[in-house]
């Protein structure tokens, strides 16, 4: 069950992008913001994580949603060269 869950999740997150093609890029940080938070809750609580991990899941799906946001906005991502440096692409 809980990988049936993870997969709903996960393929609402993706179709929630979509929906941010007419968002300024303040209302999609917003966004991504929110939604990257509480899939990372659901996720938790559906791992049965305790609050303390919780609260962690929530911050980083805040900061991967944010960033998807971004990247959704500008079509550019960021790719490690495997020294420690990064470059930017289109995605």
Same mark, same amino acid.
């Given at each position: 069950?809980? %990988?049936r869950?993870?997969l709903?999740i996960?393929s609402?997150?993706?179709?929630?992008?979509? &929906?941010?093609?007419?968002? =300024?890029s303040? +209302?999609a $940080?917003?966004?991504? *913001? =929110?939604?990257?938070?509480?899939?990372?809750?659901?996720?938790? /609580?559906?791992?049965?994580?305790?609050k /303390?991990?919780?609260l962690? @899941?929530?911050l *980083? %799906? &805040?900061a &991967? %949603? $944010?960033?998807?946001? +971004?990247? +959704?906005? =500008?079509?550019?991502c &960021?790719? @490690?060269?495997? /020294?420690? =440096?990064?470059?930017? @692409?289109?995605c």
């Amino acid at each position: 069950m809980p %990988g049936r869950m993870i997969l709903l999740i996960a393929s609402l997150a993706v179709g929630s992008l979509a &929906a941010c093609d007419n968002l =300024t890029s303040e +209302q999609a $940080t917003v966004v991504g *913001a =929110t939604g990257g938070a509480a899939t990372g809750l659901i996720l938790a /609580d559906a791992l049965k994580a305790n609050k /303390d991990w919780k609260l962690i @899941a929530a911050l *980083a %799906g &805040a900061a &991967a %949603g $944010t960033v998807v946001a +971004q990247n +959704q906005r =500008t079509g550019m991502c &960021a790719y @490690a060269r495997g /020294d420690g =440096t990064y470059y930017e @692409a289109p995605c």
